[in-house]
T-cell receptor
Framework: EADIYQTPRYLVIGTGKKITLECSQT?????MYWYQQDPGMELHLIHYSYGVNSTEKGDLSSESTVSRIRTEHFPLTLESARPSHTSQYLCASSLPGQGNEQFFGPGTRLTVL | GENVEQHPSTLSVQEGDSAVIKCTYS??????FPWYKQELGKRPQLIID?????GEKKDQRIAVTLNKTAKHFSLHITETQPEDSAVYFCAASKGSNYKLTFGKGTLLTVNP
């Protein structure tokens, strides 16, 4: 089934750990995005990609990094997690062509102790 | 860059009443205006969108209006139901080669 997937859904880790949040989509979308969102709050764009080997920083400064080696895969990495990174991370992808309808993944809720 | 302001931040209505959420945008080149609904603990989902070549679009109980001159657009929900309770986000974009700029969201509560 065509969808956008994120793993893990929940992650609790200690300070200083390196983590990678996975995002994959099976819809053939070129564009992918990472948002940071505290529950029910504003969506902050932290990274986006318009295709393979293309990555850009978003509107909110983030210590995370991303890569786009394959069209369907857009992982986000934190080299050294801190409690300030505790949040929900939402991945999204969008259709090519007119407009910019974005489809969101289910999110990863990260807690850093 | 684009700036999208959304009001109100919270809205409480009685079941059956109408709800209106308003957004303004700053970039006159923006031409795509989607609305997303995010239920508690769920992902945002597109509920309706409008492009700059039309002034109004309806889908059952929801409608969106666009005033390009004033650079604002609104979401209208009629005959509200408890399941309409959610956070609603507006957004604006200059097209498929540009990212979406989101408003800060409106928490809508429909009281039975």
């Amino acid at each position: 089934e065509a969808d956008i997937y994120q793993t893990p859904r929940y992650l609790v880790i200690g300070t200083g750990k390196k983590i990678t949040l996975e995002c994959s989509q099976t819809m053939g979308h070129d564009k992918m995005y990472w948002y940071q969102q505290d529950p029910g709050m504003e969506l902050h764009l932290i990274h986006y990609s318009y295709g393979v080997n293309s990555t850009e920083k978003g509107d909110l400064s983030s210590e995370s990094t991303v890569s786009r080696i394959r069209t369907e895969h857009f992982p986000l990495t934190l080299e050294s997690a801190r409690p300030s990174h505790t949040s929900q991370y939402l991945c999204a992808s969008s259709l090519p062509g007119q407009g910019n309808e974005q489809f969101f993944g289910p999110g990863t809720r990260l807690t850093v102790l | 860059g684009e700036n999208v302001e959304q009001h109100p931040s919270t809205l409480s209505v009685q079941e059956g009443d109408s709800a209106v959420i308003k957004c303004t945008y700053s970039d006159s080149a923006s031409n795509y205006f989607p609305w997303y609904k995010q239920e508690l603990g769920k992902r945002p989902q597109l509920i309706i969108d409008i492009r700059s070549n039309v002034g109004e679009k309806k889908d059952q109980r929801i409608a969106v209006t666009l005033n390009k001159t004033a650079k604002h657009f609104s979401l209208h929900i009629t005959e509200t139901q408890p399941e309409d309770s959610a956070v609603y986000f507006c957004a604006a974009s200059k097209g498929s080669n540009y990212k979406l700029t989101f408003g800060k969201g409106t928490l809508l509560t429909v009281n039975p």
